[in-house]
């Protein structure tokens, strides 16, 4: 059986992490028989980040590993039907919304001083106080060091909501008036598409970020018809 670990669930989502999300819904439409395991401390895990999927002596770090993984060894097409150009321009969505989008989510989450507070009592409530504002503190300086370095935090929220607004555009713009971004059946590029926007817009004020997706109906019921199809039950 296949043992999937992913951070708590968090911002109405089934984990904090869209990372963990995408591969929650890999797992689940793999047509394998799977358990989850929740832990909010990646720190055993082979690479310090989850998701990790196991099966039996294999350990797959990595969301991206872990399709390819499901797809070498159970046979798995997640873009069955999909021609070349599509499966190319799946590969592109799938890295704008990962190393693009999911910075500006990270840093509206953890950079900005008023919705940290926020963040910290979604991710951290049940820590002791005592030592939880010393850790949680020390967790965040890591964040947002890693959020600079990346080239994200280094703008300011307006700059980042503009950067990604044309991102976004161009996920509903090959989206159209389709069920799904290639079709009437999701792909590869959906089970990311879906919880990366469902995490931009899911904080829980409103922020840049949040409006730019809660703004554009046809996405925003994109995510729900996402959610309703392909997202454990």
């Not at 890999?26 to 394998?32: A, R």
């Not at 389709?178 to 079709?183: I, Q, R």
């Not at 089970?191 to 703004?215: D, G, H, K, N, R």
Request: proline share 8%; net charge negative.
């Amino acid at each position: 059986m296949l043992k999937l670990t992913i951070f708590p669930e968090g911002f109405n989502e089934p984990s904090g992490s869209p990372f963990a999300v995408k591969a929650l819904c890999l797992v689940e439409n793999s047509g394998q028989p799977y358990e989850v395991i929740v832990t909010p401390d990646p720190r055993k895990a082979p690479k310090q980040k989850l998701p990790v999927l196991e099966h039996g002596a294999n350990v797959i770090p990595d969301s991206d590993q872990i399709r390819d993984y499901l797809e070498s060894a159970f046979d798995v097409d997640y873009d069955k039907g999909l021609s070349d150009e599509q499966r190319a321009v799946s590969r592109s969505i799938i890295r704008m919304l990962e190393e693009h989008l999911y910075f500006a989510i990270y840093s509206d989450r953890w950079q900005d001083d008023g919705n940290w507070a926020l963040t910290k009592s979604i991710y951290f409530n049940d820590m002791p106080p005592v030592i939880g504002g010393f850790i949680t503190n020390q967790i965040r300086k890591g964040a947002v060091a890693q959020i600079t370095g990346q080239g994200m935090g280094r703008h300011s929220p307006t700059e980042q909501a503009t950067r990604v607004e044309k991102d976004i555009a161009a996920v509903e713009t090959i989206l159209g008036d389709k069920p799904f971004l290639f079709g009437d059946t999701p792909s590869g590029a959906d089970y990311t598409a879906v919880p990366f926007l469902a995490a931009a817009a899911a904080f829980p004020s409103e922020t840049p970020i949040t409006t730019v997706v809660q703004s554009r109906p046809n996405l925003m019921a994109y995510i729900a018809r996402g959610k309703d199809t392909f997202y454990p039950k």
